[in-house]
């Protein structure tokens, strides 16, 4: 035979093996790192939505208030009596542990009150101190301030802002909620 009839050696094909079988390690493995920075930056953009929901709830209830208040243990419910689409309704956010829970109807909220479930992963958020309040009353009788985080697999999402009511309230007399 001449040489260029003899076609691979053992070693050729072994080093060209390893060559292929790194470079195809390297690319199985670009791809899986962009799959989990892709679940990632998905799970992280999903909890944004859910926050900017529960966010704009808040502030949609707050700025039809006839009255509010800030009740529950360290500040993790808020009451707004709402006239929200004309009539007047008891409206309720309530922070349970891993999950918000929402409240609306005529009668007086409270333990009472059916709360259903509404978003999942809801935190309240640790300070140096303990527990941050969820609601404040910053401005009394007029503005309320939110904060709360929404868990992911990589990082808390934060969620802050403020409430204000939008009418003088005073109707405080016949408020049916509290």
């Known amino acids: 035979m001449t040489n260029d009839q003899r076609g691979l050696s053992l070693i050729e094909l072994i080093v060209a093996m390893t060559v292929s079988l790194l470079v195809l390690t390297g690319v199985g493995t670009v791809l899986i790192n962009a799959w989990l920075a892709q679940e990632d930056v998905t799970t992280t953009s999903e909890a944004t939505t859910r926050g900017q929901l529960i966010g ?3 502030e949609k209830a707050m700025r039809n208030a006839l009255g509010f208040k800030v009740a529950g243990s360290g500040g993790t419910e808020l ?3 709402t006239s929200l689409g004309g009539a007047r309704s008891c409206q309720g956010f309530r922070l349970a542990p891993g999950e918000s ?3 609306e109807g005529a009668g007086p909220l409270g333990a009472s009150s059916s ?3 509404w978003e999942q992963d809801v935190v ?3 300070g140096g101190a303990g527990p941050v309040a969820v609601f404040a009353e910053t ?3 007029k503005t309320v301030t939110y904060t709360f ?3 992911t697999e990589s990082a808390p999402v934060r969620f802050n802002g403020e ?3 939008r009418s003088t309230p005073g109707a405080e007399a016949d408020n049916p909620c509290w």
């Open 79 to 81: 009451w707004v009596w």
């Open 124 to 126: 309240q958020r640790s």
């Open 163 to 165: 409430a204000s009511v």
């Open 139 to 141: 401005v009394p009788g």
């Open 115 to 117: 709360w259903a479930s």
């Open 149 to 151: 985080d929404i868990r």
């Open 101 to 103: 829970l929402m409240s």
């Open 56 to 58: 704009s709830s808040i």
